[in-house]
């Protein structure tokens, strides 16, 4: 079994047997995360550059890890410190370092497309570890790892996408992994931050957050970007809280059953309260474990991908 | 493909696992200290096996795992296809043990390298034993098999094709004749 592309750009018409293979890929790396000695060489030689245009901690040293698990070699670009600052184009940025030959690009940029348009500059292979609004692909896979490994399945359930979906590539990465996979896919959120297209898409909008608990099986709640102005969608902070902020309380009286998931980085008391943040309903901190097995699984299916 | 000979047939097989077990009892002294590595995915079956055989010597089963070296090949740049990579199963520590890595077929040696490499990553083991069921030559690694169920040689365009009720509904061992290129 083999991925049906070079490259993973996003979930958009991926196939269900490629998201199959990466989750099923994942639970072997997962294995070797449990191990003394967490490291294998099956990437001996290769060389991956981390191209990073947008601030990232947790997805940076995410790839980080799971490359050096791997055995490659990686490089990392950061935007600030390096010759962007003295306006080399993107493209120059990266012919030039693919001159000093590298097989595989993570890549992370403020613009959507871009991981497409580096398919058509460079030789490598392209993951791409968020572009813009567009797709953030491995979350979406480590979302999905992580409920199927909770709930032991994906087809059938309901899932509900909580926050600012108009503003979150993980919501769409989300969106079209789970379609893919057979789960019904739903969105809550303020009008402000829901896009109205997505009915198009199949996917269930919710306005009330108590009807959403109610009637899914998990919530995936995404943070409220302030960085990217999400403060003039919403009247407060506060008042976002008041409406869409999950607290034990609300767990208790609509679906004590209820998973809660959070890609993070969580601003507590806004969208979670610190209660369900630190809560038995949540497996947070298991998705930052999985997503290291999950960007294994998809560097190994893409680096050792037969000609 | 034809096959040329059914070189084992499941009374043979049932003796060779026997004989097996006795052999890896006699050469450790018992099994106090013995636990068995099959590979996948027929080393599972046989390990299975010689598992039931040494407790049913020994009056005490040793613990039994499962290896999968995919991720330790050095083939990755040259093959056609890409390999499956599933799950090492060992819920025991190795440091300080006897290992008994089990696999029905010796033929190049790589996927033993392979095996001792993802040992020698999950701890310290006093030593690391070969068990095969079928040691059919053609070695392109200085690796040799403690204990071997029968030595069978072959031609480059033969295969030994090991066939296990577990997977395949019948215990047997064929000599196959594979086609020229």
Known sequence: ?307 | MDIKAKVIDSVGLDRTTTRLAHEIIEHNKGSENIVLLGMRTRGEFLANRIQEKIGAIENKKPELGILDATLYRDDFRTRLKQPEVSVTDISFDLTEKDVILIDDVLYTGRTVRAALDAIMDLGRPNTIQFCVLVDRGHREMPITADYVGKNIPTSINEEVKVKMTEIDNEDAVYLIETEND
């Not at chain 1, 959120?189 to 957050?209: A, C, F, H, Q, R």
Request: hydrophobic letters at 40%; aromatic letters at 4%; a negative charge.
């Open chain 1, 1 to 307: 079994m083999s991925l049906s592309s070079n490259h993973l750009l996003g979930l958009h018409e991926v196939p269900k047997e490629d998201i199959q293979l990466i989750l099923d890929t994942a639970k072997t790396f997962r294995e070797v995360l449990e191990r003394p000695i967490k490291k294998v060489p099956t990437l001996q030689g290769k060389t991956i550059l981390n191209l990073f245009y947008e601030n990232s901690t947790r997805t940076r040293l995410s790839f980080e890890l799971a490359e050096k698990r791997l055995s490659a070699d990686t490089m990392n670009f950061t935007k600030s410190g390096s010759s962007a600052a003295k306006g080399e184009s993107f493209k120059d940025t990266v012919l030039n370092i693919e001159a000093m030959k590298v097989d595989m690009i993570v890549v992370r940029h403020e613009s959507a497309g871009i991981p497409k348009y580096l398919t058509q500059i460079s030789d490598a292979n392209i993951i791409n570890a968020g572009d813009g609004r567009h797709e953030h692909p491995t979350q979406a896979l480590l979302d999905m790892y992580s409920i199927r490994e909770k709930t032991g399945k994906l087809e059938g359930l309901k899932v509900c996408i909580v926050g600012d979906i108009a503003h979150s590539r993980v919501a769409l990465s989300n969106i079209y992994g789970l379609q893919a996979m057979g789960a019904h896919v739903s969105v809550c959120g303020p009008s402000t931050m829901i896009p109205w297209e997505l009915e198009s898409l199949g996917v269930k909008i919710y306005n009330n957050i108590d009807i959403a608990m109610a009637e899914n099986d998990v919530l995936n709640v995404l943070r409220i970007q302030l960085e990217r102005d999400a403060g003039g969608l919403i009247p407060s902070v506060r008042e976002y809280h008041n409406y869409f902020g999950i607290t034990t309380d609300r767990i208790a009286e609509n679906n004590p059953d209820i998973l809660i998931m959070h890609p993070g980085p969580i601003n507590r008391g806004v969208e979670l309260s610190s209660e369900v943040a630190d809560g038995t309903s949540q497996i947070i901190l298991n998705q930052v474990t999985n997503g290291v097995a999950i960007r294994m699984a998809v560097l190994y299916l893409l680096g050792t991908r037969a000609e």
